[in-house]
């Protein structure tokens, strides 16, 4: 059975541009969780938190996840699970109800990166992050604590990828090789 490679991370880590870069390199689908989250609620993240709360965005995730790791198209031809690129939010895997349904729907590989990385990645975008936002810190001091707290739950990961000095070819060449060997059954993934 060829695997469903889910990504996952914190943000500014490369999960939506590598799946999106890694999904046209191996012609697999490209699911992306939060566009989903987006889809269903019919307004940008940021706006959710702000009119509805994170409680309401988490629900909202769980459900996407849910159907989507429940979902498993099979080839009419030879009855096999498609394969398919899955990127996720930066907080999905801290639910366990989540990481199991996507431990069981594929391969999770987290990316993470050093904070000074992820800070001068966000750039401006930082004011549409609404995790960043909260408890009156500096933005370093609130990556630096969020990414403690979600430590335990990027390190149930099968495969970690540090992001930090590598562009998007080379974080979809090393997923591949990770893969590739975490696979005993000798799976490939080709284009």
């Not at 989250?37 to 459900?63: K, N, S, Y």
Request: proline fraction near 5%; glycine fraction near 6%; hydrophobic fraction near 50%.
């Amino acid at each position: 059975m060829a695997p469903r490679l889910i990504l996952t991370g914190f943000m500014a880590t490369g999960k939506s541009a590598v799946a999106r870069a890694m999904a046209r390199r191996l012609a697999w689908p490209l699911f992306d969780c939060d566009a989903a989250v987006v889809a269903r609620a019919r307004m940008p993240i940021a706006e959710i938190f702000r009119t509805h709360g994170e409680a309401f965005f988490r629900t909202l995730e769980r459900e996407v996840i849910a159907a989507l790791a429940a979902a498993a198209p099979r080839c009419p031809q030879c009855g096999e699970i498609r394969p398919a690129v899955i990127a996720t939010g930066g907080g999905a895997i801290v639910d366990p109800v989540n990481y199991e349904a996507l431990a069981r729907a594929g391969v999770i590989i987290c990316l993470t990166a050093r904070p000074e990385v992820i800070v001068r990645r966000l750039g401006r975008s930082i004011r549409s992050r609404p995790m960043l936002t909260q408890g009156g810190k500096s933005v370093r001091e609130r990556v630096a604590e969020l990414l403690e707290a979600r430590r335990a739950a990027y390190g149930r990961a099968a495969i970690t990828i540090d992001t930090s000095n590598l562009d998007i070819d080379q974080v979809v060449e090393t997923i591949i090789d990770r893969v590739a060997a975490l696979t005993s059954e000798g799976c490939r993934l080709s284009a």
